[in-house]
T-cell receptor, first 114, second 118 residues
Framework: GAVVSQHPSWVICKSGTSVKIECRSL??????MFWYRQFPKQSLMLMAT?????????EQGVEKDKFLINHASLTLSTLTVTSAHPEDSSFYIC??????????FGQGTRLTVV | GENVEQHPSTLSVQEGDSAVIKCTYSDSASNYFPWYKQELGKRPQLIID?????GEKKDQRIAVTLNKTAKHFSLHITETQPEDSAVYFCAASKFPRAGGTSYGKLTFGQGTILTVHP
């Protein structure tokens, strides 16, 4: 299957700082990328959908000014958590797809805000 | 929007037994239903998927059935092994392009913690 790489795998940051997470499709061009958040022992909740070159579409209840998503190329999307707070601590996972139905997931980023 | 309900939340079986996990969905336009296995702290791995034009699909010990009328689909694992222990998620999505912002996004069920005892 196709490879999606997410970086970093884990990050610890201080409250009030911003953190950027990268999601790269290594061997295919991703027309669409998705960002999910997963709290411990819970399901994956879609945060936003991004298409290359256009603004991301955020799910209801997700603050677009807090979770900045950029999809500048067909192989890279970034999620920036701005002014992070402890309640933003979570597992963030991206997925990417081209024209096939299957979505390929990154390995996830464990964010801890202290 | 789509809503996916998954049951049971936990499932404990003996090695060699079968395991069945069930999901229901609300949006009759959904036409793609993947199942994922997720181990602790790792990415979800696609284990099997089914499209709405098919009623059943099998891959070795894993099978999925779909009832479009009732809007439910199930995962069946036979001859379970300890390494099958993980969290399993069902999901629903719409393909081909449905227009708007719903194209290709997955709505996940709540997950099932499967434990296979040796």
């Amino acid at each position: 299957g196709a490879v999606v790489s997410q970086h970093p795998s884990w990050v610890i940051c201080k409250s009030g700082t911003s953190v950027k997470i990268e999601c790269r499709s290594l061997d295919f061009q991703a027309t669409t990328m998705f960002w999910y958040r997963q709290f411990p022992k819970q399901s994956l909740m879609l945060m936003a959908t991004s298409n290359e070159g256009s603004k991301a579409t955020y799910e209801q209840g997700v603050e677009k000014d807090k979770f900045l998503i950029n999809h500048a190329s067909l192989t890279l999307s970034t999620l920036t958590v701005t002014s992070a707070h402890p309640e933003d601590s979570s597992f963030y996972i991206c997925s990417a797809r081209a024209d096939s139905v299957e979505a390929f997931f990154g390995q996830g980023t464990r964010l801890t805000v202290v | 929007g789509e809503n996916v309900e998954q049951h049971p939340s936990t499932l404990s079986v003996q090695e060699g037994d079968s395991a069945v996990i069930k999901c229901t969905y609300s949006d009759s336009a959904s036409n793609y239903f993947p199942w994922y296995k997720q181990e602790l702290g790792k990415r979800p791995q696609l284990i099997i998927d089914i499209r709405s034009n098919v009623g059943e699909k099998k891959d070795q010990r894993i099978a999925v059935t779909l009832n479009k009328t009732a809007k439910h689909f199930s995962l069946h694992i036979t001859e379970t092994q300890p390494e099958d222990s993980a969290v399993y998620f069902c999901a629903a999505s719409k393909f081909p392009r449905a227009g708007g912002t719903s194209y290709g996004k997955l709505t996940f069920g709540q997950g099932t913690i499967l434990t296979v005892h040796p």
